[in-house]
């Protein structure tokens, strides 16, 4: 006569085997409540909008250029330098309500200042869209590539261009394309790797970009991009 446990058996063994679950990811929280966004390799993109390599540089270098936006001017009481002052101007997943979106390319950035691309202000909006999270990302570009193709023009454009995008550009400094870029980094190699690591041998107004210093892999491929000569 077969026991209960031998015939409850095979009953178990079905459920056992047929009951997965698909491992949960947690996100992960800094102490300032900012999201880690790690793609697991360094090819592999994801596709959360990163905050701080995608969306704070743009406001800090179109909107709060010296004389506009940052701390010091605060023009018109406004000031966009980190993720609580740009929150205040936006609404999560509600472009239609979020001034500081609705208002690029209506009056700004103002006449006559480098403007934001289409692919930018496409960005902006995902952001939005997705939640306008302070996402931070850690591992965010691929160092094997290092050409100005890709990746160098596009960092140059979201994190220098609002200030130096419009010959001559602040300072004198334009790179705004290929040729001007590599003149100028070329004949200021040394200061221009301790403006992008934010070296403390520099004053803060020295330090590119001036609010916040980009990622690590980002430095690295603008190393690489001038060690190997400025391929384009």
Known sequence: MKTLSTLLLPILIFFSSSCTHESIVQPTYT???SIIVDPPTPNVKSDTVCFNTEILPLYTTYCSSPGCHDAISHREGITITNYAQIKNGITA???SRSPYYTIIGNGMPPKNSPKMTSDQIAT???WINQGALNTNCINSCDTTKFTYTDPIQGLISTNCNGCHGISPGSG????GDYASAKAYISANQALFINAITHSTS??????MPPSNKMVDCQISQFE???NAGYPQ
């Open 31 to 33: 102490d300032t409540g």
């Open 93 to 95: 997943k509600n472009p």
């Open 124 to 126: 902006i909006l995902k």
């Open 172 to 175: 004198n400094v334009y790179l």
């Open 202 to 207: 520099l004053t803060p107004a020295q330090r």
């Open 224 to 226: 690489k991009w001038i």
